[in-house]
């Protein structure tokens, strides 16, 4: 989101011409990508996920199971982008994956009184959220096939989670998501 910002900001002000061509050329390439360390977004994305269970009434023990699937699920997404996987595949693999430690979790008598939130946040970091924010900001601008194109993919990412979600359940039996 850095270089898209950064981007942003030369193309206007060469637009209102307080950039000449060299300017905007010696801008771009000083533009770095800004990257976190791997370990760091598996962390950050476990903890979201756990938080979003516990302000949901998923208690901590909810919490917990959220954040030990959501947290291997992501660093699966990473390992399967990584391998460039296809975008939708990768979806649906780490649906499986977060839905079926979660799931499997709460199977065990440690976990037996935890809502079932604790499995659905646990897939919250497979919501295409910029995709959807992008789609319906291209149709308010007018550029509507550009929107409905974004929103398709957002969909297709979406379908590919729910065929996660519904494989993992179906193959180990889990029932009750609330």
Not at 152 to 168: Q, R
Request: one cysteine or more.
């Amino acid at each position: 989101m850095h270089v898209v910002t950064e981007v942003q900001h030369i193309v206007i002000l060469a637009e209102h011409k307080l950039l000449d061509y060299k300017d905007v050329e010696k801008r771009f390439t000083q533009i770095k990508p800004l990257r976190y360390p791997r370990w760091l977004l598996v962390l950050m994305v476990g903890l979201s996920c756990a938080c979003f269970c516990k302000l949901n009434n998923g208690g901590w023990d909810g919490a917990l199971v959220t954040f030990c699937a959501s947290t291997v699920a992501m660093y699966i997404r990473q390992l399967l982008t990584h391998r460039s996987m296809h975008p939708q595949i990768n979806f649906c693999i780490t649906a499986f994956v977060a839905t079926t430690i979660s799931g499997l979790m709460l199977r065990l008598p440690t976990f037996a009184s935890t809502p079932t939130v604790a499995m659905a946040a646990s897939v919250l970091l497979l919501v295409p959220g910029f995709p959807l924010i992008n789609a319906v900001a291209d149709m308010f601008k007018g550029h509507i096939n550009t929107g409905l194109a974004r929103w398709a993919l957002a969909s297709l990412l979406t379908l590919a989670t729910c065929i996660g979600v519904v494989m993992a359940m179906t193959m180990w039996g889990l029932r009750g998501w609330a």
